[in-house]
């Protein structure tokens, strides 16, 4: 046996030596029982590579069976894939064998094994390593004689890199990587595969055959395909069921093809993404810059005080963070420019050498240091107030302000105590 007769035998089609490295991969290894990974975009043909693993293997007379992770329920994953007790789970009114059970000697198909909650991860991993299970709500170990094939439209290695898949599983899985080349890739198939859709579908709808223009092949082998093989048989049938012309050309067939947009790797801003999962850590982030800029101030503040000395045209500079001052530590106090007043500010020096009032010598060995409380709870629960008196007690209006939604501030206000 060849590759060719390989094609033959499955139904392949195409000379692409992408393709044709795929299929000697898959030929090789499957006289052995290890395990494969089948990495490739949706609709590329992944499954027909488990079914040439499986039929030219030891385990070709075994039971076979195709399971997609991604369609099973999170909750329900464990009990398909290992079966489970009666009564272990709510609806569980007798006992069930799993998958793994139920194809003892034969191969498992796990398409889409990256769609695998965590914890079913390291239950396959077992499986893998040690050839043994439990049942959901039993304390049994089930031995298990299954060949694991799985397959993943998904970036595996980035997603152990994201902590979403397990790097053991990723290796153990990963022994042999079998990669499955898209159809953009092959462009020297597509016409090809074209022809013989076409010839299924006229003989299976008694319809007549289609003919393709020069301009018309040549954009079925520049299209995108985002779809593979799979969205190019949709696009034949939908030809040969619809289209009343035989010839199509270029404008015809435009029809049939959908816009691919072309991928961009610029950033993308994700609108509310996550917003309510991130809130807290803003609101703390937002108190400490709001932090950092009032210190800053402050020193600013403190050292025109130094050279320059109490004056008006030091109030003057300094008037929107001086009023701020008095807001928060006194609000009775009045602010600068009322009737032209000044709030009284008074600098507690026992160095004072100049007899001018409008100069004062700053001594810094004399100077009481006062340290500033960095209580983050104190920090947040003064800028809740802040935003709630600016907006007259309105929270819809204050939590939009904060950059917090409205559910986080109602439970804030409820844990501070300021209601």
Not at 89 to 103: I, L, Q
Not at 187 to 193: S, Y
Not at 360 to 385: C, F, G
């Amino acid at each position: 046996m060849d590759i060719q007769d390989i094609k033959n035998r499955f139904g392949i089609i195409g000379n692409s030596p992408l393709l044709n490295r795929a299929i000697d991969v898959a030929w090789q290894v499957a006289p052995t029982d290890i395990s494969v990974l089948i990495q490739g975009e949706s609709g590329a043909g992944k499954e027909v590579f488990s079914h040439i693993i499986h039929q030219l293997s030891a385990r070709k007379h075994g039971p076979f069976i195709a399971v997609n992770c991604g369609a099973i329920p999170e909750g329900t994953i464990d009990s398909e894939l290992f079966g489970h007790e009666k009564g272990s789970f709510t609806g569980a009114h007798e006992a069930r064998k799993g998958y793994f059970e139920v194809v003892d000697g034969g191969t498992i198909f796990l398409d889409e094994v990256g769609e695998l909650p965590l914890g079913t991860q390291a239950r396959l991993l077992r499986v893998l390593e040690t050839g043994e299970y439990l049942r959901v709500g039993s304390s049994k170990v089930q031995k298990a004689n299954v060949r694991v094939v799985a397959a993943t439209n998904v970036d595996v290695f980035e997603a152990v890199k994201k902590g979403k898949f397990r790097e053991d599983l990723y290796y153990r899985l990963n022994t042999v990587p079998l990669r499955i080349p898209s159809l953009r890739e092959r462009k020297e198939d597509i016409n090809l595969l074209f022809r013989k859709f076409i010839v299924d579908f006229s003989d299976k709808y008694r319809s007549p055959g289609v003919q393709l223009t020069p301009d018309a092949q040549e954009m079925l082998m520049n299209y995108g395909w985002p779809g593979n093989v799979r969205q190019l048989k949709n696009i034949a049938e939908q030809i040969a069921v619809l289209e009343k012309e035989r010839v199509v050309d270029s404008t015809i067939l435009s029809k049939y093809l959908p816009i691919v947009q072309p991928v961009s790797s610029l950033p993308v801003f994700v609108k509310d993404a996550g917003k309510e999962d991130f809130s807290e850590r803003d609101l703390l982030y937002k108190v400490l810059f709001d932090m950092k800029k009032d210190m800053v101030d402050l020193k600013k503040l403190v050292v025109e005080l130094l050279k320059e000395g109490v004056n008006p045209r030091t109030y003057e500079q300094n008037s929107p963070y001086i009023n701020q001052l008095y807001d928060d530590v006194k609000p009775s106090a009045g602010y600068i420019g009322e009737e032209g007043t000044h709030p009284t500010l008074t600098i507690h020096n026992p160095n004072q050498v100049s007899k001018n009032n409008d100069y004062m010598s700053y001594d810094a060995q004399d100077a009481e240091e006062v340290e500033e409380s960095l209580s983050l709870v104190e920090k947040e629960s003064d800028l809740i107030k802040k935003a709630l008196k600016k907006h007259k007690g309105k929270r819809k209006a204050a939590a939009r302000e904060l950059g917090i939604s409205e559910r986080t501030l109602y439970r804030k206000i409820k844990d501070l105590n300021l209601d």
